[in-house]
Nanobody, 121 residues
Framework: QLQLVESGGGSVQPGGSLTLSCAASGSTLDSYVIGWFRQAPGKEPEGVSCISSDGSTNYADSVKGRFTISRDNAKKAVYLQMNSLKPEDTAVYYC???????????????WGQGTQVTVSS
């Protein structure tokens, strides 16, 4: 079974940068769409970015031009480079792996435990 572990969170000043990593074990990531989600205190979860198995990417409007998602299937890892961070980026960031299991006619979703990102002066 796929397991995901996020790392790289921390505290930075506005305008700073962080790179989040999502490391997988138990399976390869090749077939999965990998997404980054975040949840700020008192707010609904928000999709931040995703990358498909063919490398195509998508970003929330709030992070376009500042965040970059990438994947390294050989290392079974996905990264989220975050630049020009703003206080409103403060949240717990979660990694999600999503795939369609055609053998069982179902979608599979796996989540990491999350990593805290705090942007504050």
């Amino acid at each position: 079974q796929l397991q995901l572990v996020e790392s790289g969170g921390g505290s930075v000043q506005p305008g700073g940068s962080l790179t989040l990593s999502c490391a997988a074990s138990g399976s390869t990531l090749d077939s999965y769409v990998i997404g980054w989600f975040r949840q700020a205190p008192g707010k609904e979860p928000e999709g931040v970015s995703c990358i498909s198995s063919d490398g195509s990417t998508n970003y929330a409007d709030s992070v376009k031009g500042r965040f970059t998602i990438s994947r390294d299937n050989a290392k079974k890892a996905v990264y989220l480079q975050m630049n020009s961070l703003k206080p409103e980026d403060t949240a717990v960031y979660y990694c999600n792996a999503h795939v369609y299991d055609g053998s069982h006619l179902r979608f599979l979703d796996y989540w990491g435990q999350g990593t805290q990102v705090t942007v504050s002066s």
